[in-house]
């Protein structure tokens, strides 16, 4: 894959442009690492998701110096040798996407992800891999190091940070719901059996609880009610049973206004959750 330069990789500036990044970090434990590393992105920070079993965070940010700043501290603080965590990960700065909101485009989000896999690379010799229009995520995560190389950077992981799946998408939602009654190999079933096209699933034990792990990738098609009554009813075939969900990060508020208010407890949602909402919040909106 050839990325294209924008004249020198320096950052564009159209302030009327909003592009999200959501950075996956793995580290979910120490509160004083994440919190050191989120501060980086300062005004730019939306939210911040932490799980310790996964362990992992998830930071939104808005713009692309937010998410190099973010970088730059865990890349620093972080050593992915020492690492450990049921959800998968390339490496310490693990998935960095790019997402076209408010008077950005597409192609804006995709020349973001190509300048960011440069300026990592050559900043801090971590080799990335780009995800978007020519591959997904769960392509780099099953080839990276294996029969695909690096888009961008050297050919071998760098000893303590990894790999960096860098991304151009749509806007997804990532969430999780929690189930009683199953086991390993029921769990990874019961993921299977709701995975389609528009929801991506891992069925995992996490601490003494067992989950299903969902990006929506079409949430507009298919939302938070929508996968949590799969789960359900996928559930109730295994003899097994919902006891919660989990909204991690944020979403479109679009997708909320979808979900009637009387389930929002239920899905864990609120209105103070949108995308929209920390936008206007922070005055970047």
Not at 104 to 121: K, M, Q, V
Not at 180 to 189: C, D, L
């Amino acid at each position: 894959m050839t990325l294209r330069r924008d004249r020198r990789d320096r950052l564009p500036c159209h302030p009327r442009a909003v592009l999200e990044c959501v950075v996956n970090i793995s580290e979910g434990r120490d509160g004083a690492v994440i919190a050191e590393v989120a501060a980086a992105a300062g005004a730019h920070l939306l939210d911040v998701h932490s799980d310790p079993h996964h362990h992992r965070s998830v930071l939104t940010l808005v713009g692309e110096e937010a998410a190099r700043a973010v970088a730059d501290v865990a890349v620093a603080r972080l050593d992915l040798r020492d690492h450990d965590g049921v959800h998968p990960r390339l490496g310490v700065v693990d998935v960095v996407p790019f997402v076209a909101l408010d008077g950005a485009t597409p192609e804006d989000a995709l020349a973001a992800r190509d300048r960011f896999a440069r300026w990592l690379a050559a900043r801090h010799a971590v080799p990335c891999f780009c995800y978007g229009p020519e591959r997904t995520l769960p392509e780099v995560r099953r080839r990276a190091f294996r029969d695909l190389a690096p888009d961008v950077g050297p050919a071998q992981p760098h000893p303590r940070a990894g790999a960096t799946a860098v991304g151009q998408r749509d806007v997804l939602v990532a969430y999780n719901v929690w189930v009683a009654g199953v086991n390993a190999t029921s769990v990874r079933a019961l993921a299977d059996a709701v995975r389609t096209r528009e929801i991506r699933t891992l069925g995992l034990r996490v601490g003494e609880r067992w989950q299903v792990s969902m990006n929506l990738v079409a949430p507009a098609v298919a939302g938070p009610a929508v996968a949590f009554d799969r789960v359900v009813a996928a559930a109730e075939e295994l003899g097994a049973t919902v006891e919660g969900a989990e909204l991690v990060g944020l979403l479109p508020e679009a997708v909320l206004r979808a979900v009637p208010a009387r389930r929002w407890a239920e899905l864990d949602l609120g209105a103070e959750r949108t995308i929209e909402a920390r936008l206007a919040a922070a005055g970047l909106r």
